[in-house]
């Protein structure tokens, strides 16, 4: 399997786990880490206008059985635009949402692998 490949694969995971993450804590009406629910709300609907599911669900896709360099870094521009924002609003009301500082981490430097080789 290509090295690329598995890491845009690994992205594909990150990116599903990240919304799951969301998912998960905003259901859980016993939230100690978020006390002002509203904030976890508009996490995610962004989550879902940025339609990262879409970027996950094809990520995988088309990475399965081979590397298809331009679509691959296509998809992930994509992904980086919402990125962008939702780091921006998650930085801005750290006191609230910092619980989602590190899984934002590990996918800005996933993605900032497929940015590097353009």
Known sequence: MNFEMQIAN?????????IEFVHKHHQDKNNIFCLHIDKLYQLKLLVEEFKFQVWADELKRIN?????????????????????????????????????????????????????QE
């Open 64 to 116: 399965r059985f081979t590397w298809d360099e331009n679509y691959t870094h296509l998809l992930v521009d994509r992904f980086r635009k919402g990125y962008i924002i939702i780091e921006e609003y998650v930085g801005n009301h750290y006191d609230d949402l910092f619980i989602f500082t590190a899984r934002l981490h590990t996918l800005n430097s996933l993605s900032l692998i497929f940015c590097d």
């Open 10 to 18: 690994m992205l594909a995971d990150q990116i599903k786990g990240f």
